[in-house]
């Protein structure tokens, strides 16, 4: 399975590619420059791998949450692989990329992705890890921290942007942690859960694609 990787939800530009199991990946932390590093990104990891758009079986897509016009760059290029090469999409969510960071980089189980919203709100889901891939456990929200419910299983932790920037505001209401364990999506995570959609037939047509918002605008 060959799988190409796109999320510019947040301010980490990430490219990552699957190819049966392996994964190479870009990744930069470039806030307002998504536009200019995501196609060259692609071609820099298509060149590495040998391979060209033709020759992948999907394109793999974070749909957000997060920053309004950084879900519209991966939405719009990754339809337009898509279009180009008749391939299907994979959607996964961002949010759902950052709990499976963490799996990655601690092998914790229980996990609150949020993601700083602007606005004093924060984007947010609960997510368990089920044989190794990320499973929601409630439904995405967005909301001020104070309304933002805690998973109420042990050994849980924070993972993505929400946490540190709220929770020195939010005192006791909120338990205490270190640094969470990943700040920001990478497609990487990102790939790992769309090579197990896309397994299962979650692939859709590129006219389908739906980029998760949550509200208006950012």
């Known amino acids: 399975m060959k799988l190409l990787a796109l999320d510019t939800a947040t301010d980490a ?7 049966d199991g392996a994964i190479l990946q870009r990744h930069e932390v470039a806030p307002q420059r998504h536009t200019q590093l995501l196609l060259p990104m692609v071609r820099a990891l298509c060149a590495e791998a040998g391979l060209t758009p033709a020759g992948l079986d999907a394109i793999a897509l974070g749909i957000g949450p997060g920053a309004f016009t950084g879900v519209r760059v991966a ?33 914790a189980l229980g996990w609150l992705a949020t993601l700083d919203a602007r606005r004093h709100e924060i984007y947010w889901a609960h997510y368990r890890i089920d044989d190794g891939l990320a499973v929601a456990t409630s439904a995405e929200h967005v909301s001020p921290p104070a309304e933002v419910m805690l998973p109420g299983t042990a050994g849980w ?21 270190g640094p969470p364990a990943l700040l920001l999506p990478e497609a990487r995570d990102l790939a790992v859960l769309a090579a197990a959609l896309f397994a299962a037939g979650g692939g859709i047509a590129a006219a389908e694609v739906a980029p998760t918002y949550l509200r208006q605008a950012i």
């Open 13 to 19: 530009c990430s490219v990552a590619l699957y190819i």
């Open 75 to 107: 939405a719009s290029v990754a339809q337009g692989l898509a279009y180009a090469h008749a391939l299907p999409v994979v959607e996964v969510s961002t949010l759902a990329a950052l709990a499976q960071g963490g799996f990655r980089v601690t092998g």
């Open 157 to 177: 932790r924070p993972a993505g942007t929400g946490w540190p920037a709220y929770a020195p505001a939010m005192g006791t209401a909120w338990p205490e942690f």
